[in-house]
């Protein structure tokens, strides 16, 4: 009986952390335009370090451990609507040559098993 809730409380909690992540992706609009997600990538930056820092601080005084300061998270200072764009036309690039890539290729190796079985057939 405990294993059933307790594999019920594991599925409920994993359920509302997915929950959670999938309305803060629309609350936030994290997958509409970039700037937007921009917008939030720079206000996560502002808010996860100190954050990070007030809940060290809060687990060594109930744990009475010294924590170190976590160093500053590097800065990042490229768009990533550019690196998402070339990423995507890079791979829609390679999906559009694929058909004509693969005829080539399955050509030359046709080609080359028959000039195999005729050199083997001699």
Known sequence: MVAR???LMRFLI???VAGGAVYLVYDQELLGPSDKSQAALRK?????????YEFSQYVSKQMGLQIPQIPPPPKLNFSIRDSWNS???TV????SVA???ACSYSKEGWD???ERVR???K
């Open 14 to 16: 994993k359920g509302s």
């Open 87 to 89: 990423g995507i036309v």
């Open 119 to 121: 050199e083997h057939s």
């Open 44 to 52: 996560a930056e502002e808010v996860i370090p100190p954050a990070m």
């Open 92 to 95: 829609m690039s390679a999906l």
């Open 99 to 101: 058909p004509s890539k």
């Open 112 to 114: 080359y098993i028959k």
């Open 5 to 7: 809730v307790w594999s």
